[in-house]
């Protein structure tokens, strides 16, 4: 069974690590946060001090962070990936970053021997409980199918979308859609609630009809409802994914007018500090303008 080194033990990396113990691979994790660390331990995972000594004895390293910035300091920095790991080896990004910078990582590890692969996933936190996950994979079609029985133990849905680059496009076209689709949902349901219709009756008629979503059938009435903002998927990462959106769609010369728009509305939630929040926590904004609660 081949030897696992992953890093990032956050509100996803720490399932998908003990989803890879409970298939039987051999783990060995890292985290900057000591006490994160201590879930994948109790099924049998090896702590390391730092992501160079992770990757000495690792076949495969997986990455599961929270920025660029994060990830090129794990992977490239001091006491990086680069600086411990061996030839033959296989790095995974699970996070969400930009296009260019997977595949400026890749063309540092190519000199030493390591293939990439970006596969970044969609399913929140419930899905990488369940294995469930939607994994978008971009890198060669060899490394993707010597890569695919493990990426399988972390997902149901899985993509192999095309060249480095473009598992990372996919993701954000999906975050492009799905966090638009929050803030036009509330919009929607204040408005229906301040002119008098009742939620769960809106909720009901609009979920067999056109203007049904995921976000409609999903977050409203296991977030919105019941007033659970604990998060899924914060307001920090949203504003953070519609910044790599608007940068690729600058760089591609491609205007987003409603993204733009839908990204400020997330900026003034963060503002108002509700960053650590789920992102479906928007809604308040519009009930407090509105002085109505779905």
């Not at 490239?76 to 990936?81: A, E």
């Not at 990004?93 to 930009?98: C, H, L, Q, R």
């Not at 999906?174 to 803030?183: A, D, E, I, P």
């Not at 920090?236 to 993204?259: H, I, N, Q, R, Y």
């Amino acid at each position: 069974m081949m030897k696992i080194g992953f890093i990032g033990i956050g509100a996803m990396g720490s399932h998908m690590s003990v989803n890879l113990l409970k298939a039987g691979y051999d783990v060995t994790v890292y985290d900057i946060r000591r006490e994160a660390m201590e879930y994948p331990m109790q099924f049998g995972a090896k702590p390391r001090n730092s992501p160079s000594e992770l990757a000495q004895s690792s076949d495969i390293v997986i990455t599961s962070l929270p920025s660029t910035v994060a990830l090129e300091d794990v992977v490239l920095g001091k006491q990086g990936v680069l600086n411990g790991v061996r030839s033959g080896c296989i790095l995974i990004d699970t996070s969400t970053v930009a296009p260019s910078t997977i595949q400026k990582i890749a063309l540092v590890m190519k000199e030493q021997g390591v293939e990439v692969l970006e596969a970044p996933v969609s399913g929140g936190v419930e899905g990488a409980k369940t294995g469930t996950l939607t994994i978008m994979v971009g890198g060669t079609a060899d490394t993707f199918q010597r890569c695919y029985e493990l990426l399988q133990v972390i997902g149901k849905n899985i993509y192999h979308v095309g060249a480095l680059g473009l598992g990372n496009t996919v993701k954000l076209v999906n975050n492009l859609m799905s966090l638009v689709n929050v803030v036009t949902l509330s919009e929607g349901m204040v408005l229906g609630v301040k002119a008098g219709v009742d939620a769960e009756t809106l909720y009901n008629v609009v979920k067999v009809s056109t203007g049904r979503s995921q976000a409609l059938e999903w977050k409203l009435p296991n977030k919105i409802f019941p007033r659970n903002f604990e998060p899924g998927f914060t307001i920090d990462l949203t504003c953070k994914d519609l910044g790599l959106v608007l940068s690729l769609a600058k760089e591609m010369g491609v205007p987003l007018f409603v993204t733009s728009i839908a990204r400020q509305v997330y900026e003034l939630a963060k503002a108002k500090g509700m960053g650590k929040l789920d992102n479906t926590a928007v809604i308040t904004l519009f009930e407090e303008a509105a002085q109505v609660t779905v």
